[in-house]
């Protein structure tokens, strides 16, 4: 005696659309750009992460390591706020050293990216930390200019 199954028919068709059905892919190009925006925001944060690593490291008096992490963190940063907030941090950093050019290359930037944004405030911390670094390398008139280098 052959026995059919009420459902086998029912079950064989809904097998065959799931397997038959076309459908139709993403366009590469906005897989790409997911892809890319996707890995940006993740080198960021990592960034961000090295960033307060490092701010760890400089209060731990660990000099050395927290510059590194920073020069890291420069490089994978995008976004120029946050650049200029590092360039800050290695700008202090070289001048609690008594590596005044070198910090005065950071103020530098830091100038650079205040004016780039148009910021006010950012462009008066920029100016006030060449200011800083001009009086400790003995140019205050450079300073009282009011102009960088």
Known sequence: ?????????????????????????????????????????????????????????????????????????????????DKFEVLGYLYQAYMDWGKYRDALEFAHKQLFISEELDNPNMRAESYLNLARSHQRLGGLERCELGRPS
């Open 1 to 81: 005696m052959d026995q059919t199954w009420p459902w086998a028919d029912s079950f064989s068709s809904l097998h065959r659309d799931a397997y038959t059905e076309v459908r139709t892919p993403r366009p590469p190009i906005f897989t790409l750009g997911c892809f890319r925006a996707c890995r940006a925001r993740v080198y960021h944060s990592l960034a961000k992460r090295k960033v307060e690593q490092g701010v760890r490291l400089y209060n731990q008096h660990k000099q050395q390591q927290a510059i590194k992490k920073w020069k890291s963190a420069l490089k994978a940063i995008r976004k120029r706020d």
